[in-house]
């Protein structure tokens, strides 16, 4: 499948998963910034699509992202930022979500898990209650949270700023 294939309004996402759903398939929902892939969002995307026999991601808004992560994010724009998610194997469809988080999303694709990081437990996930409502199971997925997108950024300025002039 090409990746720009991958790439779906939330319209056309709900025609799609009635097709999978049709034909007995589960469907499991994962969803972030993925500002800058590291090897975190690969394990995470490769545990959440272990749940269901469908991925969907979605990938937060640009506008979305500054309120979550704070100035000067996201580092790379919505679009690009999908892409990249949709080019990962585990992935089946991607989406662009504006609101704080996907309970919305929830709703209207009814999933039957709603994957989330290491970062959270059952208990603190935003959406657990509009999860537990719809009858979607929750899964805590991924390895240790021991990756972050902040603490990249960090480190690449960290060795820009330490790295010695060029002589000519």
């Known amino acids: ?3 720009s294939t991958k790439i779906l309004t939330r319209e056309a996402l709900i025609e799609k998963l009635k097709d999978h759903f049709a034909r007995g398939q589960s469907v499991a929902l994962a969803n ?6 590291h090897v975190g969002h ?4 490769e545990a959440a699509k272990k749940e269901a026999d469908i991925l969907v991601v979605a990938v937060n ?3 979305s992202v500054t ?5 000067g994010r996201p580092i790379l ?3 690009d930022r999908a892409i990249l998610v949709a080019a ?7 989406t662009i979500f504006d609101e704080p988080n996907v309970e919305n999303l929830l709703h209207a694709l009814r999933p039957n898990v709603h994957a989330k990081g290491t970062d959270y437990t059952e208990a603190n996930v935003p959406e657990r209650e509009t999860s537990k409502k719809l009858g979607i199971r929750i899964a805590i997925v991924g390895d240790p949270k021991d990756h972050s997108t902040r603490d990249l950024i960090s480190a690449v300025r960290e060795k820009s700023r330490n790295k010695a002039p060029r002589s000519g």
């Open 77 to 79: 724009p919505q679009h």
């Open 67 to 71: 309120p979550l992560k704070g100035a």
């Open 32 to 37: 972030g910034v993925f500002d800058i892939l």
């Open 42 to 45: 690969v394990r995470y995307l």
């Open 1 to 3: 499948m090409n990746t």
């Open 88 to 94: 990962l194997r585990p992935v089946d469809y991607v």
């Open 61 to 63: 808004s640009d506008s």
